[in-house]
């Protein structure tokens, strides 16, 4: 009996070193059922994120078996939020009704046109008033007035555009950005990068007073002007019976004027 009860202890030390050995080197655990953080782990126990149930020792304490005071601790601990996906914001791109190949105003007065007046015409443009946009191509009018850019030919009694890349024929009128030819009895512009031809020209800075569209102009650039009286205040050349340039080596006279 003396021996049996001696034995006990050796047996017990035995089992604890092994469980020991065991756990240390024990192959990573599958896929299962637990995750790794609702368990209790004392240690190094396993090494896979999630634990079958039945590879669980029953030494290990889920946390959802902790008592209530110890859970309520772990519920006020914050949790990492995902960072919010911006959402992606759709680009509207303008539409064929933004752009007509044929405009016609068939009366006078009032929303009278083929197609919407805000629609930039590529093409050709018959009215009374042309206020569009944009207009490339053949436009004739009685008036042309704010379009914001022109280009092509045109053929008006009053013509006013913030921008003008073609052959403009009015009586009255001119570009804030004239890069084409404008022929005209009175031919006014702010920037004459182009061709003057009238009775009386001028290029100068606010010549067109307060008008809404004209752009800022950091440089003046060379134009020409050819007609009666001519007069600027930029690099370009001058023809006409009398000449007017406040910048040039000679300020006023008469046939040419060159200021560079």
């Known amino acids: 009996m003396g021996r049996k009860m001696r034995a ?3 047996v017990a030390v035995v089992s604890l070193v092994a469980g020991m050995l065991a756990a240390l080197f024990s192959p990573e655990v599958p896929v299962g059922v637990w995750h790794r953080e ?3 782990l004392p240690g190094v126990l396993v090494k896979s994120e999630i634990i079958p149930e039945e590879q669980v020792p029953d030494s290990v304490v889920r946390k959802s078996e902790i008592p209530h005071e110890h859970a309520a601790a772990d519920a006020t601990v914050p949790q990492k939020q ?3 996906v911006p959402e992606k914001k759709s ?3 303008s539409s064929s009704s933004d752009t007509s190949l044929f405009q016609v105003q068939y009366l006078p007065w009032g929303n009278a046109y083929l197609y919407p007046k805000s629609a930039s015409i590529n093409g050709v443009a018959l009215g009374y008033l042309l ?12 008036v042309h007035f704010f379009n914001s850019k022109k280009s092509g030919v045109s053929f008006s009694l009053v013509d006013v555009s913030k921008s003008s890349d073609g052959l403009a024929l009015f ?3 001119g570009a804030a950005d004239n890069r084409g030819c404008l022929v005209g009895l009175w031919n006014i512009t702010e ?14 800075r606010d010549s067109l007073f307060e008008y809404p569209m004209k752009p800022e102009f950091k440089d003046k650039k060379f134009g020409v002007q050819a007609g009666i009286v001519n007069v600027s205040d930029a690099p370009g050349i001058q023809f ?10 000679i300020k006023h006279f008469p046939l040419i004027n060159i200021c560079l």
């Open 240 to 249: 006409g019976l009398w000449n007017t340039n406040p910048n040039s080596w």
């Open 8 to 10: 006990i202890p050796s």
């Open 82 to 84: 995902a960072p919010a």
């Open 191 to 204: 920037n004459n990068r182009g061709v003057q031809i009238g009775l009386f020209n001028q290029a100068q």
């Open 38 to 40: 609702e368990l209790e």
């Open 131 to 142: 206020p569009q946009e944009e207009i490339n191509g053949v436009s004739v009018a009685m």
């Open 171 to 173: 009586i009255a009128g």
């Open 91 to 93: 680009v509207q791109t």
